[in-house]
């Protein structure tokens, strides 16, 4: 086993910033060592862009490659603060320059002969990233895919086979464990994005592997479409915060023609997915999808109506801090009188934080699993 690179010193010296900082939350984990140590002989003999980089949290994998001698790695992370998170870390440790940020497609893994990734939480993310190696990469590719052994499972194996003839798992080692697949098979092709009609809504879903449920509708949005017509009568700009798939935003401008319609999320699949999703329902004109952390390319005061379904899980533990950064959010893009929709499951106590962070909240909408609440701007 190669320790070269936390022998550098380098994998202490990142952080996480500006994603969350807590004590038991760390910018490198067992599986990013893992992953390096088991790529080491490949990232030394790589030769310069054959190295590419899939879901990297905060930089380990990407700038722990390069100082193991990969040149001009390619990366693609879908979180946009794991972007911002490898940014700082490159400059924090003198290595700006040294990867170029590309989207999940042929151009991230073209001719590579080394893929380093982190293992996605759906099957639907693997398969989208296995279609995109196996289909791109150089014969002699080797896929990399780690992740925490209670996250994986044999159906991980089973997606790896449909892009690579050869798979198999290492040892674990610190409760992680990495996937290896090698001989990419002939003729793979890419199914991203999925389509799924939904006549009783009159939507048609568009999903890239890694969007917040696939081309299904959460039951969760689906309470807050079903209160749609009850939203903000006279608003003219309503922003779908949080926005997955882009289900929240496609329904608001085929329901509301006056509306200009915003969409934003952290996550390039998501975005990727609402994009085609608002085409798919020949909306695109009325929709604009940014890319973005909590809305911060949206002005402050300059929005009618928020509708959003908040994120839920930070890791593994339920946490509310991933929502009540959208709830601020919703607090400072509103105009004053403009109005939050949210839904969120009953176990979750956020009506207080809607109450701080944006106005008066009442109760929309109940059932046994969900609350609608909606929040006026004071
Ligand atoms: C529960 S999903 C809801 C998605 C979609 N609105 C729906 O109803 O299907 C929450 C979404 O919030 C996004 N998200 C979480 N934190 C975010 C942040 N800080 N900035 C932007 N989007 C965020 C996630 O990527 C995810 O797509």
Same mark, same amino acid.
């Given at each position: 086993m190669v320790t070269g690179v936390a022998d550098l010193g380098l994998l202490e010296q990142l952080r996480r910033e500006p994603d969350v900082e807590a004590?038991?939350?760390?910018?490198?984990?067992a599986t990013d060592r893992l992953l390096l140590d088991e790529a080491a002989g490949l990232l030394a003999a @790589? &030769? $310069? &862009? @054959?190295v590419a980089v899939v879901d990297d949290s905060h930089g380990a994998l990407t700038l722990g490659a390069v100082a193991a001698g990969a040149r001009d790695v390619r990366v693609h992370q879908d979180l946009l603060v794991g972007e911002l998170a490898l940014a700082r870390n490159a400059e924090r440790t003198g290595l700006t320059g040294t990867y170029r940020s590309l989207p999940l497609g042929p151009g991230l893994a073209d001719g590579a002969r080394l893929v380093l990734a982190k293992a996605p939480k759906s099957l639907d993310a693997l398969r989208e990233l296995t279609e995109v190696v196996a289909s791109? %990469? @150089?014969?002699d590719v080797t896929l990399l895919v780690g992740g925490r052994v209670k996250h994986m499972t044999h159906a991980m194996n089973d997606v790896l086979r449909l892009g690579f003839s050869d798979v198999h798992a290492t040892l674990a080692r610190q409760k992680s464990r990495v996937l290896v697949a090698r001989g990419p098979r002939p003729g793979v092709a890419s199914s991203s994005p999925r389509r799924q009609a939904h006549p009783d809504l009159g939507l048609t879903v568009c999903a890239h592997g @890694? %969007?917040?449920?696939g081309t299904r509708v959460d039951a969760g949005t689906r309470a807050l479409l079903a209160v749609l017509p009850r939203m903000?009568?006279? %608003?003219?700009t309503a922003l779908d915060l949080?926005?997955?798939? &882009?289900v929240l935003a496609t329904a608001l401008a085929l329901a509301r023609p006056e509306l200009t319609v915003l969409a934003g999320d952290q996550s390039a699949a998501a975005v990727a997915s609402a994009v085609e999703t608002a085409a798919a329902n020949g909306v695109a004109e009325r929709v604009r999808v940014v890319r973005d952390d909590a809305a911060s390319s949206i002005p402050d005061a300059s929005v009618d109506l928020v509708v959003c379904n908040p994120p839920?899980? =930070?890791?593994a533990a339920v946490v509310t801090g991933a929502a009540d950064r959208l709830f601020a959010a919703a607090g400072r893009v509103l105009r004053r009188g403009g109005e939050l929709w949210c839904v969120y499951n009953?176990? =979750? $106590?956020?009506r207080a934080a809607l109450r701080r962070l944006v106005g008066p909240t009442q109760v929309a909408a109940s059932d046994r699993h969900f609350t609608v609440t909606v929040s006026t701007r004071r």
């Open positions: 004590p038991e939350l760390v910018a490198v984990d @790589a &030769g $310069p &862009g @054959a791109s %990469a @150089a014969p @890694a %969007a917040f449920a903000a009568p006279d %608003a003219r949080g926005c997955g798939t &882009g839920f899980h =930070l890791g009953n176990r =979750l $106590p956020h």
